[in-house]
């Protein structure tokens, strides 16, 4: 497994266009983020993922974005007419919980991102 | 909400220690982390200290937690120009119950040779 992977790395669009992204998580993983970083910024938690079960969404998610993990393994985030605002990398992290067992570290693994541009 | 702050940039010349701070405001994390971020890269973990220990050294690298300033810091040893990266610090609200985890804006390293 080489790690989480993240399609397409970049993305340009028009305004009110609809975008979609997959994520690809290292397998086993059942943890599943996505992340949001615009230029010079940290990067802003949108939602997460616990198997196909999405378990917290940031209110930084409006209603036009919508988060999927059907079964458990690759996510998709789509944005729904998109606008200018919404260029930015869209990066996809992925862990494994024990269920708060000692040891766990929390430690979350990234891709490399997918560049959302929006003319 | 929960609140990380770094310093913008930090430039040193090779060879150099380097010290990137960071301040926060949660005080439930388990957990404090940095990461690495290279140009055109997803983020890497570098290393994490558990709340309750004051310091750790991994390599080049130290960690210093002060938990009643709510202050981290990295310490990178003889830093080389492959060390040229944004260094995020982060916490994991809630004790790290659900591996969320709050980053600060990132500190660019720039290192001079």
């Known amino acids: 497994d080489t790690g989480v992977s993240q399609d397409p790395r970049h993305k340009i669009t028009k305004r009110g266009q609809n975008v979609t992204f997959r994520c690809d998580p290292i397998s086993e993983h059942n943890r599943l983020y996505w992340y949001r970083q615009t230029l010079g910024q940290g990067p802003e938690f949108l939602t997460y993922f616990q198997n196909e079960a999405q378990l917290e969404k940031s209110r930084l998610l409006s209603d036009r974005f919508s988060a999927e993990r059907p079964k458990g393994s690759f996510s998709t985030l789509e944005i729904q007419r998109t606008e200018q605002g919404d260029s930015a990398m869209y990066l996809c992290?992925?862990?494994?919980?024990?269920?708060?067992?000692?040891?766990?570290?929390?430690?979350?693994?990234f891709g490399e991102g997918s560049r959302l541009t929006v003319l | 909400g929960e609140d990380v702050e770094q310093s913008l940039f930090l430039s040193v010349r090779e060879g150099d220690s380097s010290v990137i701070n960071c301040t926060y405001t949660?005080?439930?994390?388990?957990?404090l982390y940095w990461y690495k971020q290279e140009p055109g890269a997803g983020l890497q973990l570098l290393t994490y200290?558990?709340?309750?220990?004051d310091m750790k050294q991994d390599q080049r690298l130290t960690v210093l937690l002060n938990k009643k300033d709510k202050h981290l810091s990295l310490r990178i040893a003889d830093t080389q120009t492959g060390d040229s990266a944004i260094y995020f610090c982060a916490c994991a609200p809630y004790g790290g119950a659900t591996n969320k985890l709050i980053f600060g804006t990132g500190t660019l390293l720039a290192v001079q040779p």
């Open positions: 949660d005080s439930s994390s388990t957990y």
């Open positions: 992290a992925s862990s494994y919980d024990r269920g708060g067992l000692a040891g766990a570290t929390g430690e979350l693994f």
């Open positions: 200290i558990f709340s309750n220990m």
